[in-house]
């Protein structure tokens, strides 16, 4: 598996808006788009998923007049062979398993990159990677968002548990090797920029009084709280921070380490090995 031809997919969507305009757009890229892939997830259902997708980042139905150019852009950026060599090399750096890669545009896509607000998005979902990304990145963004996803895809074959068994401290890690992978690859240059959002001294007491507590919490739905922050007693993106601040603490305590060692090590381990405490 490798990176999929979503090009043909989106020239067909641009094609079908263009011959059906008395249709909604939205229709048109859920048939187009999200029934291909079906082949992929026979579980889920193509609305399902393209609700999904749409809340991650993928470009609204009604930008479809713009998508051509933007395709074009991307294409003579070689945005798809990029993210496919990068997918052989890391494959082979990680002994990693197949996964299949869907590249669509990101939603703004269009707009010029100061009024383009987001620019990347990533999302893993049950061993796929789907990238959102505007045709004006640099590649090492392009390369540092697909190696986060990609080491999910990774850490999550070596963890071998469904979404409602994993706990907190695996989705901290998670999120902590996916960053850490992008530091140790590309350099800290290319890091998200909550790695760095806050300091030790300043989340010490929250990591004690509310993630300790609840480490063993499962259900990945119920980790949002703890990664994104609530603005109220977690402040935005804690989880993230903690997460990468643990595995780059204990690679700097304990490293370096070969190709993917530090990625099979338990999340037990990676916690208590880092500088935060488990008491």
Known sequence: MSVIETQ??????????????SREPYFIQCETLCDPLEDWFPKISAEELHYHLLE??????????????TVQKMEKNNVWRLVNQEYKRLKKKWNGPEAPIFIFPIKNAHLSASKNRIKKNGVTVMGAIFLFLSPDLVKEEIKAIFAHEYNHVCRLAYLNVENEKLTLKDSLIIEGLGEFAVKELYGEKWLAPWAHLYSFEE????????????????????????????????????????????????????????NNELYAKTSEELIAGSKFPYK
């Not at 703890?226 to 690679?251: A, E, T």
């Open 56 to 69: 991650q980042g993928l470009f609204e139905p009604e930008e479809w007049k713009e998508i051509v150019t």
């Open 203 to 258: 989340i010490v007491g929250l990591w004690k009084r509310h993630f300790v507590p609840s480490l063993t919490t499962m259900g990945k739905e119920k980790h949002d709280l703890f990664l994104y922050g609530n603005n109220r007693q977690l402040p935005k993106w804690i989880g993230y921070y903690i997460g990468f601040q643990i595995v780059d603490s204990y690679q700097m305590l304990h490293g370096p380490f070969k």
């Open 8 to 21: 043909t997919w989106l020239n067909t969507f641009v094609k079908a808006c263009k011959e059906q305009q």
